[in-house]
């Protein structure tokens, strides 16, 4: 908290000093908590190092390796999904300053979309709204034209099998499916707006 708070002073003058406290945070990220990984993540926003493309490029890699988008999605293991949540969506920042998103994209769509197809329903009510919003908020700096490449097929199939059906008058009037109707918008919504990041290029 205290470096936080120090970090102008701190973290500005001396590039060694940068590196070597960049270094040092790199190696904790990984078994940190949560509140911890919000400080390191603070303390790397304030580095001029990290302001740039490259330097972006590079803690966004990080990011991943903590992620460990290398593995294979488990959809019942809380700790790893909160873990992808909040590291796609600490990237965020950086995704702004030049470095590429496509590589969290790539894992949602190869990893995250398939385990949500194939997910029961009690998983998916504890990810699924949440991971189309993290996918969604991975399209706010849009990929480039070629990383879009074969992803609007998948996208408008997926936005075809969550458009919410008519709802049942009947049922309406008891008011049945006034919840899952509103999860369906909320869940359209995220879709749609990946829908047209991915048009417009």
């Not at 990893?111 to 949500?116: F, I, K, R, S």
């Not at 919003?133 to 969550?162: H, N, R, T, W």
């Not at 369906?184 to 995220?190: G, T």
């Amino acid at each position: 908290t205290h470096l936080v708070a120090m970090a102008p002073q701190v973290l500005h003058p001396s590039e060694e000093l940068e590196r070597f406290i960049a270094d040092e945070c790199k190696k904790a990220m990984g078994n940190s908590t949560a509140e911890e990984f919000a400080y390191i993540m603070k303390i790397f926003g304030a580095m001029k190092s990290m302001s740039n493309a490259s330097g972006a490029q590079e803690l966004v890699d990080c990011l991943a390796q903590v992620a460990d988008l290398e593995a294979e999605f488990q959809i019942a293991d809380a700790e790893s999904v909160d873990r992808l949540f909040s590291c796609s969506r600490q990237a965020l920042p950086f995704f702004q300053k030049g470095s590429s998103p496509i590589r969290f994209i790539s894992y949602f769509m190869d990893q995250v979309l398939p385990a949500l197809a194939k997910a029961t329903e009690e998983e998916l009510a504890a990810v699924q709204l949440d991971a189309l919003k993290a996918l969604a908020e991975l399209f706010q700096v849009a990929p480039s034209a070629e990383e879009c490449k074969g992803l609007m097929d998948p996208i408008l199939a997926l936005l075809m099998d969550y458009l919410p059906v008519p709802p049942d008058p009947k049922a309406a009037e008891n008011g049945d499916e006034k919840t899952e109707t509103q999860l369906h918008h909320s869940i359209v919504e995220c879709i749609l707006f990946v829908f047209y990041q991915i048009a417009k290029q």
